[in-house]
Nanobody, 123 residues
Framework: QVQLVESGGGLVQAGASLRLSCAAS????????MGWFRQAPGKEREMGAA????????YYADSVKGRFTISRDNAKNTVYLQMNSLKSGDTAVYYC????????????????WGQGTQVTVSS
């Protein structure tokens, strides 16, 4: 079993940057693809970014492409999401997810989930 804990959320102004962290415990996540999802009020949860187990492959939603960067440090059992040029539309609860597979399948991603961290961007 994998436990995931997100941190790094907060309230920022439009144009600012934040870095989210997802610390895993219970076992290593080096064989898991990892992802960051977000859910805004009244909207469905959506995949924002994902990374393969090796870190060699990534996926980004069009809405975050060019502004967000996902990375991982398998030695620290941690995944990151660097968010730049934040917009009010990025306001959401951000969730970290681990998939049993080492590769990304967007439609069925996620076997383990964190509790989420709130990101609020004021305009």
């Amino acid at each position: 079993q994998v436990q995931l804990v997100e941190s790094g959320g907060g309230l920022v102004q439009a144009g600012a940057s934040l870095r989210l962290s997802c610390a895993a415990s219970g076992r290593t996540i080096s064989s898991n693809a990892m992802g960051w999802f977000r859910q805004a009020p009244g909207k469905e949860r959506e995949m924002g970014a994902a990374i393969t187990s090796s870190g060699g492959g990534t996926y980004y939603a069009d809405s975050v492409k060019g502004r967000f960067t996902i990375s991982r440090d398998n030695a620290k059992n941690t995944v990151y999401l660097q968010m730049n040029s934040l917009k009010s539309g990025d306001t959401a609860v951000y969730y970290c997810a681990a998939d049993r597979r080492g590769y990304i399948v967007a439609g069925t991603f996620g076997n383990y989930w964190g509790q989420g961290t709130q990101v609020t961007v004021s305009s």
